[in-house]
């Protein structure tokens, strides 16, 4: 055997290794929010940041039409926290998701917490379908068109980072992001945290 093809099977078992691992990564993504949330920063799959009340940015205020023709506001949720979630419905890990952001919303839908969708591709019909499917129902914002609601998260959740889920304060600040499938645990843990500020 070459050293070159050593060296290429050498890397490919590495990168094998690597993926295998990060199958598991997710279970640990709560421990370490709870262990150590200062880091701030899991790099991987459904690596999350999170933004000390002290440093976070000017809140965003957003709007859009939904699936259902309704027009959702941020400003309508002023005093509350709010969830977004960036999404699509072609998006394996935004169909692998869904079932459980739908749970988590239910979870805390009394205590003053609004679930949205941003769906940054498909049309209502498409949307509504997803939602159908998947139990969902907290609205989504139709975002393909103009792209206004990811234009006021640019500086969170990049073009490549879907599906993206963020928990606002109280005030409409980004106080939390996870970048990729998120784990309902650390997302919990972040919609906690919002509440007790």
Do not use: K
Not at 61 to 78: I, L, M, N
Not at 88 to 114: I, S
Not at 144 to 165: E, G, H, K, M
Request: hydrophobic fraction near 40%; proline fraction near 4%; charge should be negative.
């Amino acid at each position: 055997m070459s050293r070159r093809h050593r060296r290429v099977t050498a890397t490919a078992l590495g990168l094998a290794a690597a993926l295998a691992l990060t199958g598991c990564a997710n279970d640990e993504f709560a421990q370490q929010y709870a262990a150590d949330s200062e880091q701030g920063y899991v790099s991987g799959d459904g690596s999350w940041e999170i933004f000390p009340a002290d440093q976070r940015a000017d809140p965003i205020a957003f709007e859009g039409q939904t699936e259902s023709g309704d027009t959702f506001s941020s400003e309508d949720y002023a005093g509350e926290v709010i969830v977004v979630n960036f999404w699509y419905a072609a998006c394996p890990p935004c169909r692998a998701e869904a079932a459980d952001l739908q749970t988590v919303n239910e979870n805390y839908e009394d205590d003053g917490v609004q679930f949205v969708g941003v769906n940054v591709y498909d049309q209502a019909s498409t949307a509504q379908s997803f939602a159908d499917e998947f139990g969902v129902t907290y609205p989504s914002i139709l975002d393909v068109d103009d792209a206004s609601v990811r234009l006021a998260f640019a500086d969170n959740v990049s073009p490549q980072a879907i599906p993206s889920t963020l928990v606002l304060d109280r005030n409409g600040s980004v106080a939390a992001v996870i970048r990729g499938l998120a784990d309902t645990s650390v997302l919990s843990s972040m919609i906690d945290d919002a509440l007790a500020e």
